[in-house]
Nanobody, 120 residues
Framework: QVQVVESGGGLAQFGGSLRLSCAAS????????MKWYRQASGKKREMVAS???????NYADFVRGRFTISRDNAKNTVYLQMNSLKPEDTAVYHC??????????????WGQGTQVFVFS
């Protein structure tokens, strides 16, 4: 079984920074693409950033230049460094990981999310 757990959320002031982490544990073969999503209250979930196993990254326009995604394959962990935070960044942040459990299919595993609240 694979477990994915986010951490690092909390309160931040407008213009401040937070760093989110998301770690996978359990028994699996390899983790491929890792992504961060967010969902604000009453809104649809939206993709924030993604990173491939060989560190190719992609960002949503609304975070490009402010957020940085990175990963540590040895620790099965993905990070999201969030700078220049705005109140509109307030949301529950989830990570998802594309995991190959054995030599078969790849499936996505999701964490429970971590709340980020930015106040002005």
């Amino acid at each position: 079984q694979v477990q994915v757990v986010e951490s690092g959320g909390g309160l931040a002031q407008f213009g401040g920074s937070l760093r989110l982490s998301c770690a996978a544990s359990g028994s699996f073969y390899r983790i491929y693409e890792m992504k961060w999503y967010r969902q604000a209250s009453g809104k649809k979930r939206e993709m924030v950033a993604s990173i491939t196993r060989d560190d190719n990254t992609n960002y949503a326009d609304f975070v490009r230049g402010r957020f940085t995604i990175s990963r540590d394959n040895a620790k099965n962990t993905v990070y999201l460094q969030m700078n220049s935070l705005k109140p509109e960044d307030t949301a529950v942040y989830h990570c998802s990981m594309a995991v190959k459990v054995d030599l078969g299919n790849i499936r996505d595993y999701w964490g429970q999310g971590t709340q980020v609240f930015v106040f002005s």
